[in-house]
């Protein structure tokens, strides 16, 4: 459901028939703009005069230069939503020139989710593009708490084209880095003290606005009381007119603002007539004000009439368009008839609130109708309502509302609603809280229950109906997600049982039901390693989602599907499977679908292991341009800055390998899919290559891997990472005689691999027991594994399998190739090594700089090599226990280890000993 656009929210309003103007603050706006500011900042509190101001500014502007844009967006709370906030700061620039953020728009009416970057960024690249002068007045912007829209409006402002300005009226400083903008030259402040009328200007607004007049001893004594105040001014005026001694009233009220409005508000309503102090009271508790919404509150007609009446007498309201047919109040004015209208019978606010909705609900504004609702906690209602708009807030990820409106109902409302209950148990299950899913699931089941009992199960409700439609899926949707909370949890049993179900519950025309199913299937099957049945089924799983029409799930269901084809070795099967998707999302024309961006990542990887690192850059570029325009799939998200971490090792940046996948590691969530590459093991990877061995085994007994006896294809990934440490562990110490445990490792694993047809595993266990013989001086031994991978790998396209082992096998290649095996393949292997050589010899070396050791430091770390006790090196060096455990503490300070041990293997991996 695209969020509607309430046009009433772009009006900036109208100037009144007389209005004091205010020429010294709109001189300092114009000359600051001149200087290329970026940012008018008019803070305040309320009652200040600031839309009013920059209401007269810009209409001045206008005037002043025809061919200037002027963009103009009221806030309220509901744009804390991020989404509500850019689809209306886009309606508000499109008002100026049509064709800024027209994909932006297309996007929108299709229900893609749009992230703030990108959005913003194609807006600002429009702007640029259009050359136009334009200002941008964001009111009331106080009311934003949301940190991803304050975090939306930092980039904007950072990124602010030239001929773009901001303005923004608040009530409090924004979050921005205003310090900065400051420095810079680049902000515009206007302050409460600016902001306060003169004398001059208090003169001009009570006697000849407010015709009043007032003598200048009142003016002033009423300008000391206010302070200057436009609000306090303006109420006084109001109060004034009823009263034939001017001066005694003005000294009848002092104090703060609050007690001043208290006071002022009460003499304004009590010298209003009956009907128009009902109507004020009545239609104080709505945001916004249209004739036929106040007639549905009141009960009587005349409702736009009394509107008009309200604004020529100054009472307090403000047009929000040209045609004056929606107006608002002032928000200080409204705040006090609200709580005047609490002191009502307390009936009759609910009641309010009711209509309120009703009206809204007939009128298409289902947004409002539930804010209305959950006002008057009229929660079957509001749950009403928000069961009509579930599925199209579901799919078009609205979360943030939809989260919002289900907290404010009770627990009890939702749980008598199993439509609500399933889709509370997803909001649970995607924010992490898994404990929390299984309740509201059985909640669910038992409203199912309770409704079948009382024959208004499924059936119940028109088959047509959106609700109707979602109850009859309900239960294999309730499977479904049980599916991916067993996912979630590892559960690989319960995730092909729930899946099941899913599948059987499912009807035979529900494609995307039945399509989720077999993809759990699938996956449940690949978490087991059983690869083969896993593409088989997924397959299927795709087919379904094809024929539902689900083509933003078809897309990204072929990564995996690609995924399982390189576990199994079969990387031209991959390669075809993201050619074919990705032509078939060019052939949709338009925009590129979602998840096309997580195509190209899938296939950048895919051509990294061919070993065209240029390609496998381009393609992440491509995926990242996309993604400027399209918000990321949340589940795949993660594997932009994995496949970029590839590339930049392969280019040998490897500070910049381990920033991505630091990255990585952030945006990854747990529960979509099996992780067969854990983001600390590949970072572990990382690290053994450049002979990091210390961190490499600090990943190890992190993750308890030395001593778990049992294999499974889930932990695969990380004993081939273990076997790698242990050979590398070999080259340094050959006396811990690792090389054996790893010998033994990898026979395992070999066995479990190739009884699974898990192939792209077995090519790389192949390799790396090679490189195990080798180490143990049996070269001849070495090439029968090397050569049996070369032979199945090679046609496959590998390259970064043999590559990323580096110079250690290096020779056995060489070997290889004299003996003729995969000639051509290999002597391109070669040549890439020798390459990489030439380039990490003219880079010098990338070891990270320790702090240097001292002579005697490096003494101690030699004797701490040796057998000697603590005491006997002591009794050696000639020094105290003490002063040993001094030298040993700096030691291990310096080479940022914890034991000893570490210290002294530390030690020997850099050269020190």
């Known amino acids: 459901m695209p ?64 061919g200037v844009g002027i963009a103009w967006l009221s806030l309220d709370a509901h744009d804390n939503d991020p989404s509500r906030f850019l689809a209306y700061l886009v309606a508000a620039l499109q008002g100026v020139d049509a064709d800024i953020g027209v994909e932006i728009t297309g996007l929108r009416h299709s229900g893609q989710v749009m992230a703030a970057e990108p959005v913003l960024t194609s807006l600002i690249n429009d702007m640029a593009r259009s050359g136009k ?49 400051r420095s810079r030259g680049e902000l515009t402040e206007l302050r409460a003290a600016d902001l306060r009328f003169t004398p001059e200007e208090a003169a001009d607004f009570l006697n000849q606005v407010m015709n009043l007049g007032l003598s200048v001893d009142d003016i002033a004594a009423l300008a000391t009381r206010t302070e200057g105040w436009i609000a306090g001014l303006q109420l006084a ?72 009446a309200l604004e020529r007498d100054n009472l307090f309201v403000i047009p929000l368009d040209d045609r004056r047919q929606w107006y608002r109040y002032h928000h200080l004015f409204a705040d006090v008839l609200r709580a005047r209208a609490r002191q009502e019978p307390p009936s009759r606010i609910p009641e309010l609130h009711r209509l309120a909705s009703e009206w809204y609900e007939q009128n298409d504004l289902t947004e409002d109708a539930v804010h209305h609702a959950l006002a008057a906690e009229d929660f079957e209602r509001a749950a009403n309502l928000i069961e009509e708009v579930l599925p199209q807030m579901r799919r078009t990820r ?66 047509t109906s959106i609700r109707g439609q979602e109850l009859r899926m309900l239960p294999s949707t309730i499977a479904m997600y049980r599916a991916s909370l067993a996912q979630a949890r590892g559960d690989v049993s319960a995730t092909a049982h729930h899946a099941r179900e899913a599948f059987e519950l499912a009807g035979p025309e529900d494609h995307f039901a039945r399509g989720a199913a077999a993809a759990f299937l699938g996956l449940a099957s690949w978490a087991q390693g059983d690869v083969e049945t896993a593409v088989d089924t997924f397959s299927e799983a795709v087919l379904s989602l094809h024929e539902a029409g689900n083509l933003t799930d078809e897309l990204s269901s072929t990564i995996l599907l690609a995924d399982m084809q390189i576990a199994r070795g079969k990387l031209q099967e991959a390669r075809k499977l993201y050619e074919s998707a990705l032509g078939h999302a060019a052939a949709q024309g338009g925009t590129a679908p979602r998840a096309t961006a997580e195509l190209h990542v899938g ?16 393609h992440l570029q491509t995926s990242k341009e996309l993604g400027r325009h399209v918000a990321p799939l949340t589940e795949h998200s993660y594997r932009w800055f994995v496949a970029m971490a590839g590339v930049r090792e392969a280019e040998g940046d490897v500070t910049g390998a381990i920033e991505s996948l630091d990255q990585a590691q952030l945006l990854y969530l747990r529960g979509f ?162 390459t990489t050589k030439l380039q990490t010899a003219a880079r010098g070396t990338t070891a990270p700089e320790l702090e240097v050791l001292s002579k005697r430091e490096l003494e101690v770390l030699r004797l701490l090599g040796s057998s000697l006790s603590g005491p006997e090196i002591a009794r050696q060096l000639f020094v105290s226990v003490n002063t040993l455990r001094t030298h040993t503490k700096r030691i291990f300070t310096k080479l940022e280890v914890n034991s000893r041990r570490e210290a002294v293997r530390h030690g020997k991996e850099q050269g020190l000993i």
């Open 603 to 618: 296939y950048s990887e895919l051509c990294r292991e061919f070993g065209d690192l240029e390609s496998a850059a381009l």
């Open 398 to 463: 609205q979360d943030v509302m939809m989260l919002a409106w289900l907290t404010a109902l009770p627990d009890e409302v939702i749980r008598s609603r199993p439509l609500l209950s399933v889709f509370y148990a997803w909001r649970m299950l995607v924010s992490g809280d898994l404990d929390a899913v299984e309740p509201w699931l059985r909640a669910a089941e038992q409203g199912l229950d309770s409704a079948a009992a009382e024959g208004k199960g499924p059936g119940h409700s028109a088959p």
């Open 133 to 181: 002068e334009f200002i941008l007045v964001l009111d009331d912007y106080h009311v934003i708490e949301e940190r991803l829209v304050h975090e939306a409006l930092a980039f904007l402002l950072d990124h602010l084209p030239p001929q773009l300005h901001l303005a923004i009226a608040t009530r409090s400083d924004p979050p921005l880095s205003l310090a900065r903008l």
């Open 237 to 308: 005026g109001l109060s004034l007119r009823e009263h034939e001694d001017a001066s005694a009233s003005i000294r009848a009220f002092t104090g703060s603002h609050r007690f001043v409005i208290d006071y002022l508000v009460e003499e304004v309503l009590q010298r209003q007539p009956a009907e128009v102090r009902n109507f004020l009271l009545t239609t104080a508790l709505l945001d916004h004000l249209t004739g036929g919404l106040c007639e549905a509150l009141t009960g009587v007609g005349g409702g736009q009439a009394m509107l008009d």
């Open 3 to 66: 969020t509607p656009v309430l046009a009433t929210k772009l009006f900036f309003p109208a100037p009144r028939p007389q209005i004091t103007s205010r020429p010294r603050l709109l001189k300092r706006l114009n000359d600051e703009l001149g200087a290329s500011r970026k940012l008018s900042l008019v803070c305040a509190p309320a009652g200040f005069g600031k839309t009013t101001l920059l209401s007269e500014w810009i209409i001045q502007r206008g005037r002043q230069q025809p």
């Open 673 to 834: 899919f099996p992780e067969t590459r854990p983001i600390p093991a590949l970072k572990a990877r990382t690290a053994i290559r450049q002979g990091r061995l210390s961190e490499g085994w600090a990943w190890a007994r992190s993750t308890g891997l030395p001593v778990v006896r049992e294999l499974s294809y889930l932990r695969e990934f990380e004993h081939l990472t273990l076997a790698r440490l242990l050979i590398s562990q070999h080259r340094v110490l050959p006396e811990e005689k690792t090389i054996q445990a790893a010998e033994d490792l990898l026979k395992r694993l070999l066995k479990a691999a190739q009884a699974a047809g898990r192939k792209g595993s077995t090519y790389e266990i192949l390799v790396l027991q090679a490189l195990v013989l080798d180490a143990q001086g049996q070269h001849a031994l070495a090439l029968a594994p090397l050569e049996r991978a070369l032979a199945e790998a090679g046609p496959e396209g590998y390259v970064r399998l043999f590559l990323d082992e580096g110079a250690p096998l290096a020779p056995l290649l060489a070997e290889a190739a004299g003996k003729g095996t995969a000639a051509a393949h290999v002597a391109r292997l070669l040549q890439s090594l020798e």
